[in-house]
């Protein structure tokens, strides 16, 4: 079994099965949703018994992903071999303390970005990493800016790169913070400036994952002396001869408490919000230099403040 087959066995047992009982998705480009009565948001709608307090279990299903967000494939795979994830509980603690730098608690965008990666890992089982983003730091010794998601996809020799984008958060906020991550990252010299800095360190991924990041490695090494711009058009054409593609998935995760109240109208809701992301991007976003495929990742919440509480994401991390 293959380092890729043996992560996804781990990734479906620990992680897939629960979450996929927690997402809504539209896809802008095949009109296709999917959606659940999210647990997390059951107020409205559970069995006599229930505390209301399931945005818990939301929370816990985003912690438990850290592991998963901060390691890579290789490193997972070796990790539950040797029995050193056994205790998630303190494996988790473990990756947030070691691997990620220090942020403001439930201030950060850390949330996002772990929702969002669960989401693709559920949703795309056979998306690699390019490289582990949570182990570098940029030149002022900062965390890597850039997207907030990087892997890519191999369907039968067709190869897309998924540069993600994440907010959590109130719904004006959501919508101007995406709209404004996507105007400014995806050109092509954000772009080629990104991608060229993840391609050499393509430490602990699948086979899969290093021979992209050897390939785009290679283009980064032999384009090393140009200038900013004919290295980003390099890329460009690199991308182009091999016809890969680029798909950005957006997060949308805001505080949208009416969708849940008539649990009977959750598919018309849903849809409402669907069309609301629709004409925001319609109407605002154009790309000059690349033309890459939207995914809208809807997901309204009944209460951004208690999923990103103590009690909630961030419970027994600080």
């Given amino acids: ?6 992560y996804r066995k781990i990734y479906e047992k620990e992680i897939c099965g629960e979450f996929k009982q927690e997402i809504a998705v539209y896809d802008e480009e095949d009109e296709f949703y999917v959606y659940q009565p999210l647990s997390h948001n059951c107020t409205y709608s559970c069995t006599a018994g229930c505390n209301h307090d399931c945005y818990k279990r939301l929370g816990r299903l985003m912690r438990k992903n850290i592991i998963f967000y901060c ?3 290789e490193e997972i795979v070796t990790k539950f071999k040797k029995g050193r994830l056994q205790d998630l509980a303190k494996a988790i603690k473990s990756a947030y303390r070691s691997r990620l730098p220090k942020r403001q608690p439930k201030q950060d965008g850390l949330p996002s970005e772990v929702l969002l990666d669960a989401i693709i890992q559920s949703i795309v089982p056979d998306a690699y990493k390019i490289a582990v983003r949570t182990i570098f730091r940029q030149d002022d010794n900062n965390e890597i800016k850039g997207y907030d998601l990087t892997y890519f996809t191999n369907q039968d020799g067709e190869i897309t790169l998924w540069l993600g984008q994440a907010k959590l958060g109130g719904k004006q906020y959501c919508k101007n913070g995406i709209l404004e991550d996507l105007k400014m990252k995806y050109e092509k010299l954000y772009l080629a400036k990104q991608i060229y800095f993840l391609a050499d360190k393509p430490m602990e991924l699948t086979e ?3 021979q992209i990041a050897d390939l785009l490695d290679e283009l980064n090494i032999l384009n090393a002396d140009k200038s900013d711009n004919m290295r980003a058009e390099r890329l460009m054409q690199f991308l182009a001869e091999n016809n890969i593609k680029i ?3 957006c997060l949308l995760a ?7 109240r008539d649990i009977s109208k959750l598919k018309e809701k849903v849809e409402s919000e669907i069309g609301w992301a629709k004409k925001v991007f319609k109407e605002h976003l154009q790309f000059n230099d690349i033309k890459p495929r939207l995914i809208f990742i809807i ?3 009944d209460d951004v403040d208690a999923l990103r509480g103590d009690e909630g994401f961030y419970a027994e991390l600080c």
């Fill in 1 to 6: 079994m293959s380092v890729a087959e043996e």
């Fill in 71 to 73: 390691y890579g494939e």
């Fill in 208 to 210: 899969e994952g290093k």
């Fill in 247 to 249: 798909c950005i998935p």
């Fill in 254 to 260: 805001y505080e949208k408490k009416e969708v849940y």
């Fill in 299 to 301: 997901f309204p919440l």
